[in-house]
C-alpha cells in the first residue's frame, strides 16, 4: 500500500499526465492542511515539476522559493517545464540561478538547456553550456551529446555539429535519428540516405523515426525509387503495421504523385489515427485530385472521425479548386461546430475559398472576423480582390499590410497577386511602379510569374507590341504563361502577326496542349484567314493533338449537372433547357444582342455560325440553372476553358433580363455579372 506522500506524489505526476492544473492544485492544498510543514524536498520537486509542466511558471517559482534544501532535480524539473512551455528565456535565467547556488546540472539538465539555447538562436551561450557539459564530465553521456549536436545543427553550424557527431564516443538510435532528421531540415538529403546507409552498416537497428526521417529525405528529392526500396525494408524489419510509418509513406507517395501506392498504404493501416486521414487527403489535394479528397473527408467523417483544423484546411482547400462554394459553406458550418473555426489555417483557408468562388463578401467577413492573421491569410484575401479585378481593394489591401504591418513582409506570392489585380484592372503605370520596385523595396528577385503579369497587364491594356518588346528584354527565359499572356492579348486585340511568334514558342515549351493551338486557330479564324486557321487544325490532327472539350458544371440539391458544349440532348430536363435557350434567344435579340460570329471555329455560313456560339456549354448550363433554381438565387457556373467573347455578351444581357446574379468561373478568372454588367468590366 502506498505511503500517503508517495500517494501525494502519484496523483501529483497524474494532474501533469492528465494536464489538470485543479487536481494538482487541489493535491497541494491537501499537503499544505494536512501533513507537512516543512515540506520534504521529494514533494517540493514534485510540486515544481506539476506547475512548470502545465504551465504556471510564477507558482513553481514560488514553490522553489519556499524550498529549503533546493536539488538539481528539483532546478532540472523547473528548466525541463520551461522548455516544454516555450519559455526559453526562462529556462536559461533559471540554469544561471541554479549555477549561483553552487548546484552542479546533472544529464537531464544539459539536454533541457541546449533545446533553449536552439530556440533562442543563441550560438555562443550554447558554446558555453558545451563547454560547461565538457567541465562537468557529462558531455559523453549519449543523450547530452546527442543534444549537443542537435542544437549545433538546428543553429546551422554544421562543422561544430559534425565534429560533434564525429566525437561521441557513444551512439544510440536517437543520435542516428537526430543527425538524418536535422540532413533532411538542412535540405541535404543525400547527407540523410547516406548516414543511414553508414547506421545499417554498423549494425545499427532503425525505428519509426529513422524510417519517417528517412521518407522525409526521399519526398524532398522526389527519390520513388529509392523509397520503394525503403518501403519493402520496412515490410522485412516488421514496421510494416506501424500507423507512423504507415503515414509517412502516404505523404511519401503522394509528393511523388504516387496516388496508387498511397491509397494501398491507407487501405491496410488497420487503425487509422487523425494523421493517416491528414496525409491521405493532403496528398489528394497536392496531386490535383479534390473530389477523391472531398470523398476521403466524408468517408473519414461516417468512421466517426472528428475533424482537425488541418483536416478541415484540407478540404476547404479542395473546395475552392473545385468552386464547391455550397460544400465549403457546409464545411465552414462544420469547422464552428467543432470549434477551429478561429485556427489560423482554417481561416485562411476560409479567406481563399471565397476568394476564389467570387462570394468576396464572405471572405472579407472571415477576415475581418479572425483573430490573428499570417501572410498566407493577407496573400488569400489579396488575391480575392485579384479574382475579382477590383485593384484598388488589392492595393489598398497591400498597403495596409505593408504599413501598418512591418513585420508582415510581402512575399513573392503576394506580389503575383497584387501585379495580377492590377492587370485584371488595367492598372498599367501602378503594376510597372510596383514590378520595377519588387528589389528595392521588398528585397524580392522577380520571377517568371511576375513577368507573366507584367505581359498580361500590357497586353491587356492593348499594349501588344509593348508586351513583346517587355519579353525580348527579359533577363530571364520567356515561360509557358509568359507566351500565353502574349498570345491571349494578340488575340482579344486581332494582333495575328505578333500572335503567331507567341504560337511557335508556345509549340516549342509545350507542344502538347492543344489550348495554344485553338486560340491560335481562333484568332486566324477572327480575322478571316480560314486557310492558316485551317492548316493549323490539320498539324494539329497530323501530330495527334486533341482539343480539350469545353465543359459548364453546376450544382444543384447537392447533385453536379454537367453540360458539354452542342450536346445538350442527354440532359433529363433537356426539352425545358431548349425552350428556355428559345426564349431567351428572343428576348435577347429585342434587347438587342447580337451574336459575335467571329468567333465560330469553322468557315460557317453567318447563321450557322450564329447556332455554332450559341450551344457553348455556359449557356446551356446558365438555361438550366435559370428553370432549375428558385427566382432570386444567384447562378454559379464553372468552366474548364476559358469564357468566349460571346459567351460573356449574352450573359451581361441575360442578366439583365432575367434579374439574376449569374457567376461564372473559367479557368482564369471570376465573372459576376449583374444588371447588365461583369465584375471584370469587360477585360479578361
Not at 528548466?79 to 536559461?92: E, H, K, T, Y
Not at 528595392?440 to 498580361?456: F, Q, R
Request: hydrophobic share 40%; charged share 20%.
Amino acid at each position: 500500500m502506498l505511503q500517503p506522500s508517495n500517494l501525494l506524489g502519484s496523483l501529483l505526476n497524474y494532474a501533469v499526465s492528465t494536464q489538470s492544473s485543479l487536481l494538482g492544485r487541489a493535491v497541494h492544498a491537501q499537503i499544505i492542511k494536512t501533513l507537512y510543514n516543512p515540506l520534504p524536498s521529494f514533494l517540493c520537486n514534485y510540486l515544481v515539476n506539476m506547475y512548470s509542466k502545465l504551465d504556471h511558471f510564477n507558482s513553481a517559482l514560488c514553490v522553489l522559493s519556499l524550498t529549503d534544501a533546493r536539488t538539481v532535480v528539483t532546478w532540472t524539473s523547473l528548466i525541463s517545464g520551461c522548455v516544454q512551455n516555450g519559455r526559453s528565456a526562462a529556462a536559461l535565467l533559471c540554469f544561471s540561478n541554479m549555477r549561483r547556488e553552487s548546484i552542479q546540472p546533472n544529464d537531464f539538465t544539459f539536454p533541457c538547456v541546449f533545446k533553449a539555447s536552439a530556440s533562442l538562436h543563441m550560438p555562443f551561450t550554447g558554446k558555453q553550456v558545451h563547454a560547461l557539459a565538457v567541465k562537468a564530465g557529462q558531455i559523453c553521456d549519449v543523450f547530452v551529446g546527442c543534444s549537443a549536436f542537435d542544437m549545433y545543427s538546428k543553429l546551422g553550424l554544421r562543422v561544430e555539429a559534425h565534429k560533434m557527431f564525429d566525437e561521441m564516443p557513444e551512439k544510440n538510435i536517437a543520435t542516428w535519428n537526430a543527425y538524418i532528421s536535422n540532413a533532411v531540415l538542412d535540405n541535404r538529403s543525400q547527407d540523410a540516405f547516406d548516414t543511414f546507409k553508414k547506421l545499417l552498416c554498423v549494425g545499427g537497428e532503425p525505428n519509426s523515426i529513422t524510417f519517417c526521417a528517412f521518407l522525409n529525405a526521399c519526398s524532398h528529392t522526389k527519390n520513388l525509387d529509392f523509397g520503394r526500396q525503403l518501403h519493402a525494408f520496412i515490410i522485412r524489419s516488421g514496421y510494416g503495421e506501424n500507423v507512423s510509418v504507415s503515414n509517412g509513406l502516404i505523404d511519401f507517395y503522394g509528393k511523388c504523385q504516387d496516388l496508387f501506392s498511397a491509397e494501398m498504404v491507407f487501405d491496410r493501416i488497420i487503425w487509422r489515427n487523425d494523421v493517416s486521414w491528414c496525409s491521405m487527403l493532403a496528398s489528394f489535394v497536392q496531386n490535383n485530385n479534390e473530389e477523391r479528397a472531398c470523398l476521403v473527408f466524408q468517408q473519414a467523417r461516417k468512421e466517426g472521425v472528428e475533424p482537425t483544423d488541418f483536416m478541415v484546411s484540407c478540404v476547404l482547400s479542395a473546395c475552392a479548386e473545385l468552386g464547391g462554394l455550397e460544400l465549403g459553406r457546409s464545411l465552414h458550418a462544420l469547422a464552428v461546430k467543432a470549434c477551429v473555426e478561429q485556427n489560423i489555417f482554417v481561416g485562411s483557408a476560409l479567406v481563399d475559398l471565397y476568394g476564389k468562388c467570387g462570394s468576396i463578401v464572405d471572405a472579407e467577413q472571415v477576415f475581418n472576423e479572425m483573430p490573428e492573421r499570417n501572410l498566407i491569410t493577407w496573400n488569400a484575401m489579396i488575391s480575392g480582390y485579384a479574382h475579382q479585378g477590383d485593384a484598388d481593394l488589392a492595393l489598398a489591401l497591400f498597403g495596409e499590410m505593408t504599413s501598418s504591418k512591418p513585420e508582415m513582409a510581402p512575399s513573392y506570392v503576394t506580389l503575383v497577386s497584387v501585379l495580377s489585380a492590377c492587370s485584371r484592372a488595367g492598372a498599367v503605370e501602378t503594376g510597372m511602379r510596383i514590378f520595377e520596385s519588387m528589389r528595392e523595396s521588398y528585397g524580392i528577385e522577380a520571377g517568371a510569374e511576375h513577368y507573366a503579369c507584367i505581359v498580361d497587364l500590357l497586353g491587356r491594356s492593348g499594349l501588344v507590341e509593348r508586351a513583346y518588346q517587355f519579353i525580348e528584354k527579359m533577363p530571364i527565359p520567356p515561360t509557358i504563361s509568359v507566351w500565353g499572356a502574349l498570345l491571349g492579348a494578340c488575340k482579344m486585340y486581332r494582333k495575328p502577326e505578333i500572335g503567331k511568334i507567341a504560337a511557335d514558342n508556345l509549340f516549342k515549351l509545350d507542344p502538347q496542349d492543344s489550348g495554344n493551338h485553338v486560340v491560335l486557330s481562333n484568332m486566324l479564324a477572327a480575322a478571316g484567314r480560314w486557310e492558316e486557321a485551317n492548316l493549323v487544325r490539320k498539324e494539329m490532327k497530323d501530330v495527334g493533338i486533341k482539343k480539350g472539350v469545353g465543359y459548364s458544371w453546376m450544382t444543384v440539391t447537392n447533385r453536379v449537372h454537367i453540360f458539354q458544349a452542342k450536346k445538350n440532348n442527354v440532359h433529363e430536363r433537356n426539352d425545358e433547357i431548349q425552350a428556355m435557350l428559345s426564349k431567351l434567344r428572343k428576348e435577347m435579340k429585342e434587347a438587342g444582342y447580337a451574336p459575335d460570329t467571329n468567333l465560330s471555329l469553322f468557315d460557317l455560313e453567318e447563321e450557322e455560325k450564329d447556332l455554332e456560339v450559341w450551344y457553348h456549354s455556359e449557356k446551356i448550363a446558365l438555361a438550366f440553372g435559370l428553370i432549375a433554381l428558385p427566382p432570386g438565387v444567384p447562378i454559379r457556373i464553372t468552366k474548364n476553358l476559358r469564357i468566349c467573347g460571346d459567351c460573356h455578351s449574352a450573359i451581361k444581357f441575360i442578366s439583365r433580363i432575367v434579374c439574376r446574379e449569374i457567376i461564372v468561373r473559367d479557368n482564369n478568372r471570376f465573372h459576376c455579372f449583374k444588371d447588365g454588367k461583369c465584375s471584370c468590366k469587360d477585360y479578361w
